[in-house]
């Protein structure tokens, strides 16, 4: 009987992880082959009330073997905690809210995964003049600070030192835009203010803001050598009204000494502004300016190519270090040679809720009228089309993020993405 027993036992087991893999696997194909309805590995809510969703601004990251997202636990004050979920369930391994003021909102704007800095299990996070260093592992405060200068949430790390940038809080309150780089020591939180743009000062008082001296757009720390260089892209006020003017430099700051400095960004236009974190690949840098991607050669400065799209433009990847992916306001998806800039493929009517994409194994996801979508970067071959189980309801359409993990040991890869209510995780393509 004992044999008999263990027999059903172990059938039963057999059966229960079949049906768990198929649920996972679950899901629906119209007559072109486009994936429509799939069911996900898990979903946990994001918001405390159903009545008021919330969307975002909430980016997501990940942190040894945990997801770090947030949930709103006030949604009428936008009052929200950081969660570090569990990769494989879904659940809080642990939660975070201590903040400096009490109805503060966390955000993760979009900066390409610089909008915190992990060095071993501390985690750098930062919002306006308040500066937070969490344990990861603990998901409790080791410091925390108010700082003299209004931050961006944009930092670079380099060992045990981050980078970021601001202005200083005495001219901030003044109402003047003039913006410096800070450098700070993850283990204390003691910051100093390294350096300032050469800037020129020349049309302050000219444009829109009157006091617009000068912003950084990215700041990129860089090892070469022995010396630690800083990569800095800038803009300031132009001649005219509504007019900027963007600059690359680049930094010795080992040796502090400029390499080259005010090299212009601008291609064939004056007015516009710099969109998003530099991106780097290999030698080359790539900008976005208004319309314009541009790339550059950042070790000298020296332009590559230009391409100028039809309007206002973003920069969704680099992948398989050829193919960059960008999306224009006029609901258009570009992929380019990132060597040339020379078109390779080109989509209409593709309009992103949110510039995030992600790549893996030959596909592209991304975020398009709401739905989650994933083509083979290639052939641009549709292959997933899917809305959100609460697509129709306000903010109940996927956002904010797409991102994922790639597969171990032969297991597909995990797609992750939220809705207004709820964050989702997927089991990818390959």
Known sequence: MKWLNELIMVTLLGVTMT???????????????????????????????????????????????????????????LENEFRLLNLDTGKPIWRWRDVIRPNEEIMLLNY????????????????????????IETGKTAWKKTTDYSGVGLCYGLGTYYFTFGTPMALYDKGIWEQSIYRGDILTGKEEKILMPNYSRKYVGVGIT?????????????????????????????PQRHEYEAFLSLYNLSQQRW?????????????????????????????????????HHWRTGERVW??????????????????????????????????????????DNETLSYTSSYYAEGILYYLSKGRLRARDLKTTKLLWDIPSDTDGKLDGHFGVFVTGLSGKDGEKGRIFTRTGYHTYCFEAIK
């Open 112 to 135: 390409q995964g610089h909008e915190v800095y992990q060095y071993q299990n501390l985690l750098l996070y930062q919002y306006g003049p308040r500066n937070y260093c969490i344990n």
């Open 306 to 347: 230009i391409k100028v799209l039809p309007s206002f433009a973003e920069i969704q990847g680099i992948f398989e270090n050829r193919y960059m992916v960008l999306y224009d306001s006029m609901s258009t998806l570009y992929c380019v040679d990132a060597d040339t800039g020379e078109q390779i493929w080109k989509l």
């Open 19 to 77: 049906s768990c893999k198929e649920n996972i696997s679950f899901e629906k194909v119209d007559e072109n082959g486009v994936v429509f309805q799939k069911k996900s590995i898990w979903k946990v809510e994001n918001i405390s009330d159903f009545n008021r969703p919330r969307v975002g601004p909430s980016f997501v990251h990940f942190i040894n073997n945990g997801l770090l997202d947030t949930y709103y636990t006030n949604p009428s004050t």
């Open 210 to 238: 009157q006091f617009h001296v000068g912003s950084i757009n990215d700041i990129r720390p860089i090892v070469e050598g022995k010396d630690t260089l800083l990569l800095i892209t800038y803009t300031e006020l132009g």
């Open 259 to 295: 390499l080259y400095d005010r090299k212009p960004l601008w291609g064939e236009r004056k007015i516009g502004v710099l969109n998003g974190a530099v991106r780097l690949r290999g030698d080359k840098m790539y900008t976005i300016t208004s319309n314009e991607v541009v790339c």
